[in-house]
């Protein structure tokens, strides 16, 4: 297997994109989404205002650019998953895992929440981007049947367990700070087997 070297200049990028996402929530919690101007979000990241817009097409997508990141691990680590598991028993032990360590976390979730509750736009960002994400776990549970596309199961699949998770996230960022999200994920999809048999 190759390796691959990181380059300082790969390095450097990865701060500077982490520094304006930082600043834009940061901000956009604060002050409002419709309320901060990018040049605001650049300053506050240290950077030129052309240098934000280098990094990041618009506004919203500096919002949700980890969100994209998290999907993308999540599509990865699924198909990873033990083959005699079903799609339910995979989609939960892969959010599960990948919410190992979310604590340290927490203060950046709970930023993001504040900005996009700040915006109607972000809002209906968001809500678009949940079809997106659904289908992105969809695409995962066909690719990792070794079907071409996603079938009707494997949308339901998608559709609730990104519920699931979604409604765990929301428990953790308002219930007490000493609860671990992959537990609350645990009991939400457990909850769920619990209810349908």
Do not use: C, N
């Not at 956009?28 to 506050?44: L, N, P, Y």
């Not at 968001?126 to 494997?154: M, S």
């Not at 367990?161 to 007490?176: E, H, K, M, T």
């Amino acid at each position: 297997m190759a390796q691959t070297t990181v380059t300082p200049r790969a390095v450097s990028t990865a701060r500077v994109r982490e520094s304006l996402i930082d600043a834009a929530l940061e901000l956009f919690a604060r002050d409002g989404f419709d309320g901060t101007h990018s040049d605001r979000v650049a300053e506050r990241a240290g950077v030129s205002p052309r240098t934000f817009f280098r990094y990041f097409p618009t506004k919203e997508s500096v919002v949700f650019h980890r969100d994209d990141g998290f999907m993308r691990s999540f599509a990865a680590a699924f198909v990873e998953q033990p083959a005699e598991l079903g799609d339910y028993d995979a989609v939960h032990a892969t959010f599960v895992a990948l919410a190992a360590g979310f604590g340290a976390l927490r203060t950046r979730i709970e930023t993001y929440r504040a900005a996009v509750d700040s915006s109607p736009v972000l809002i209906g960002h968001e809500q678009a981007r949940q079809t997106a994400h659904a289908r992105t776990i969809a695409d995962a549970v066909a690719t990792r049947r070794g079907a071409a596309a996603p079938d009707d199961d494997a949308h339901t699949v998608a559709s609730v367990s990104l519920a699931l998770y979604q409604r765990a996230l929301r428990r953790w960022l308002d219930g007490p700070r000493a609860r671990e999200l992959a537990d609350l994920i645990d009991e939400e999809f457990t909850r769920m087997t619990r209810l349908v048999r």
